[in-house]
Structure formats: C-alpha cells, structure tokens
C-alpha cells in the first residue's frame, strides 16, 4: 500500500517562493485542494502537483515535472501581487491603528483624503476591468473598499470632533466620500 505525502503551507509557500497568505487563498478560492484536520492546512502532494501542472500552459506531449524550475514563471506574477497587497495591508494597519488611537484629528484627516484616492483607485479606476475579473477578486476589492470606506469614515469623524475642520472643507471630502461609494455599488451591482 503506497502512502500519501502531505505538504503544509509553509513548506509549498518557501518551496515556490511565494507568502503563505497566496497559498491560502489559492487554497481558500479552491485552485488548489487541501483539509484542515488542525489549525493548519494540508495539502497532498498529488493535489499540488495537479495545481502546478495546471498553472503552466505547454504543447502537449511535453510534460515536465511538476515541480520543474520553468513551472514557477507563472508564479512571478503572483509574487509580486503579494508584495503589494502586504504593502497596501501594513499602510492600511498602521492608518487604523492611528485613527483608532486618536491622536492628532490632522492626522486623521491626512489618512481620510490618502484613504479616498486608495479607495477611488480600488474602485473607479478598474471599472473598464471590473466584468472580467475572476468572481473571487471582484469579492476582495468590494471588501477593501468597505474596509477603506470605514477607515475614512473613522477618520474623518475624529477630524469633526476634534472641531478642527470647516464647515467647506467637511462638505468637500462628504461629496468625495459619497461620489466614491456611488461608484462601488454600480460596480458590484
């Protein structure tokens, strides 16, 4: 009877060279098949052999083996999705754990302007885009996007109470906030 490999997360995400977050979600969005009998997922080694194999377009016949140095060109993308993505997840962290803290309302008006323009990015710039994104990535970005609106929400009422802002000034960045909101609802509907 032959017996069945596993691979953890952190062994398939050093292996290719990517964050564990990617393999969770590969995982999680079901490109790649796993169990969870713990806290950790697991993943045969068959599963993940079939999910390298998918990954690389070749002619047929020609069938190298999975885990060949050429399959993790199609890893580069995806790669560097991950640093960007742990980039906008820090500066959104730190921009919360500012807010939250209410130290200074001009900060917090500085995050609810810069938080806007990343919202407005997410959102408005991607609407030519937006019907041909996969399921799962229309799902995220909706999600940023309420996750920056609350932030710039936050912010922007700690700025209001603090009674630094001007009556102009509110209104201008209300318009923005609700200019912005109206464009992520006609994209997700």
Known sequence: MASISFRDVHGIADELGVDVQTVR???QSGRL?????GKEYRVREADLEEFLAAREVR???SA???L??????????????????DVLERVLGTWERQV?????PYQSRTVAVAALDIQDAVTFNYKPEWDALPYEEKMERHALAKRIDALVLDAFDHFKEAKKAGAAEVEAIQRRREEIRQRTRELSA
């Open 25 to 27: 979600r590969w995982i």
């Open 33 to 37: 098949r796993a169990f969870k009998p």
């Open 59 to 61: 002619p047929k016949g």
């Open 64 to 66: 190298p083996s999975p």
């Open 68 to 85: 060949e140095p050429s399959l993790f060109k199609g890893l580069e993308e995806e790669r560097r999705a991950d640093w960007k993505t």
């Open 100 to 104: 939250r803290e209410k130290e200074n």
